[in-house]
């Protein structure tokens, strides 16, 4: 549905905790989320994949859930985001 709509996407959550409201509402079933606290499962294109292991993630010591948001700028009223460039 995104491709179909001409969205650029990384990321899909499938299933989440919201802590901040969307950003945009793309279409009945998808948005641009804020930040999410938490997800049940998600899907990455293989260049966000290949980002995130050179990017070192396990280096990182934040749940994966918290670095997913933070990366994509998102979160906890930018509490976080000064560090999304080095993480």
Known sequence: ????LGEEWNLMY???SPTEPDIRRVSRHLVEPGYTLWT??????LDAAKAFVEGQVQRRLAPLDHYFSIAMGKGLDGVWNENAVEW
């Open 1 to 4: 549905e995104a491709h179909a």
């Open 14 to 16: 499938v299933g989440r």
């Open 40 to 45: 049940v499962g998600y899907i990455l294109r």
